[in-house]
């Protein structure tokens, strides 16, 4: 049990992180009692457990993921979505809210190609193309606000620890922020600039996703654009 | 541009070849990660005259849908000479040469990426080269395992190789374009250090088998070497990001 790696660092592929009985988590595989890296990312341990969080790559599915996809193709009984991941994503009607049995619509009427439409992933395994919803909360057409276009793999970070980086974002701007699993994030702010600003702190942490101190320097990227946040309009209010 | 003669001597009396290099030594060699915004990962390798650009594609969609494999992802990988990478211009339509490249430079890297993960797609590695000096193949797989781990693909390890070879009589490392053509073998191998695999192994013209250890010995210090060349290429762009972002923080602390 000894971790090679130094912690919080980051690691190429093949990289030697750990020695013994730890437990695998992402991005790591094992060769006899050796753990290695399995791509760019950052070396975590938390507890027995050893992780690399990717700095790069794309949107893998998992059933329960929020994501935002595009439209690509109108069907007779669904959609046919890009989510930005290695497969074509399929919308059926009946996994629209509204009433059931055979629409006489054309289903164009409903979402069209080109068209955001924020939703759930519903089945999705190795052998089968991922499966959406949109009956649920908050999910459909997008037709308001800013549509930002991230890494996938830096969502985590976008997020943050228990949701400390994306809270932090909503208070400071007083924007509306959804972010979906696969990258793309929606913004939904009471001005423009309010936007514009939220959007700008997005693409800061997908840049600096790997440094120190980011949610403090983001905090004060936005203050210094005199964007008046959340905190501020209660104290006016 | 004509052909460059062939040198009177490619070892002079001292021991030293033609570009000024002992037998043992490497050609100098720049690697660069993330070079393409368009690609989901790129790595650009020069390595003495050669100039090599890769890009890499994926996982994404199969298409033709039939070339999708229900278990794994496909590796495709495309190896091309510029039609201006050589004296004589190349003919820009794909030779025998170039797609026996593409296969061995394939078999080279699939032994690395875990294909596995990702079923029913392609990943699509595209190997330009832009200036050729022999060993391209070499310095093609080099920069294209950079560019997969660069798109976030994951693999075991990096994938190093170099190539070594007789001229006059003597085994050495790394061969050049002229002392590839006007030496007496050439010997590419490309190494996979942890596994320790070799995933490439040709040769062109004869060896002893003494000479033939002695090369593969030399070979693999060159892999070792240019291995963690390539970790520190990989990480070097991060490391930047990072040191720059940080800096500006202290600098905004002390203000």
Avoid at chain 2, 183 to 191: F, K, R, S
Avoid at chain 2, 227 to 233: D, G, K, T
Wanted: hydrophobic letters at 40%; glycine letters at 8%; aromatic letters at 4%.
């Amino acid at each position: 049990m000894v971790i090679v790696a130094e912690p919080k660092q980051v690691v190429a592929p093949g990289e030697l992180l750990a020695e013994g009985d730890h437990l695998l988590g992402d991005n790591s595989f094992k060769v006899g009692t050796r753990i290695f890296s399995a791509c760019i990312g950052i070396f975590e341990v938390d507890g027995n457990r050893v992780t690399v969080v990717p700095l790069k790559g794309g949107y893998f599915p998992r059933v329960g993921d929020l994501v935002g996809g595009r439209i690509v193709d109108v069907g007779l009984s669904g959609w046919t979505l890009d989510i930005r991941a290695p497969y074509e994503a399929m919308l059926p009607a009946s996994e629209t809210p509204g009433p059931r049995g055979p629409r006489r619509r054309d289903l164009s009427e409903s979402f069209d190609v080109g068209d955001m439409v924020l939703s759930q992933v519903l089945a999705f395994d190795r052998t089968r193309d991922p499966l959406l919803t949109v009956k649920g909360p908050g999910l459909g057409k997008i037709s308001t606000g800013r549509v930002v276009e991230i890494s996938a793999a830096k969502i985590p970070r976008l997020i943050g620890r228990k949701g400390s980086m994306i809270s932090m974002l909503k208070r400071e701007t007083g924007c509306q922020i959804t972010v979906g699993q696969n990258g793309v994030v929606m913004v939904w702010g009471k001005s423009p600039e309010n936007e514009r600003v939220a959007v700008e702190a997005i693409y800061m942490v997908e840049r600096e996703a790997h440094t120190r101190g980011l949610t403090d320097r983001i905090r004060e990227m936005i203050a210094k654009s005199n964007v008046v946040g959340e905190v501020a309009r209660t104290q006016t209010a | 541009m004509p052909e460059p003669k062939q040198p009177e001597k490619l070892i002079d009396d001292k021991g030293v070849r033609i570009d000024g290099r002992r037998l043992d030594q490497l050609r100098p060699i720049k690697l660069e990660v993330g070079l393409l915004d368009k690609a989901d990962g790129s790595a650009y390798i020069e390595q003495g005259k050669n100039k090599i650009l890769v890009g890499v594609y994926g996982p994404r969609e199969a298409h033709p849908k039939h070339i999708a494999l229900p278990d794994r992802a496909v590796l495709r990988c495309r190896y091309r000479m510029a039609p201006f990478s050589v004296d004589e211009r190349k003919n820009p339509a794909p030779s025998r040469r170039e797609m026996e490249l593409s296969k061995v430079i394939r078999e080279s890297l699939e032994s690395v990426v875990l294909t596995d993960l990702y079923p029913r797609t392609t990943i699509d590695v595209f190997i330009e080269v832009l200036q050729s000096d022999g060993g391209s193949r070499c310095a093609g797989i080099t920069a294209a395992s950079l560019a997969l781990a660069d798109a976030g693909i994951p693999m075991r390890e990096l994938v190093a190789a170099c190539a070594v070879g007789k001229i006059q009589g003597h085994m050495a490392l790394d061969l050049s374009d002229a002392e590839d053509k006007y030496g007496e073998a050439d010997l590419p191998v490309a190494w996979v250090p942890n596994a320790n695999l070799v995933t490439l192994l040709q040769m062109d013209g004869i060896l002893t088998i003494n000479e033939f250890e002695k090369g593969l010995t030399m070979a693999l210090d060159a892999c070792k070497t240019i291995h963690s060349m390539q970790q520190e290429a990989l990480k070097k762009k991060y490391l930047v990001i990072k040191e720059v972002a940080e800096e500006r923080e202290e600098t905004e602390v002390v203000a």
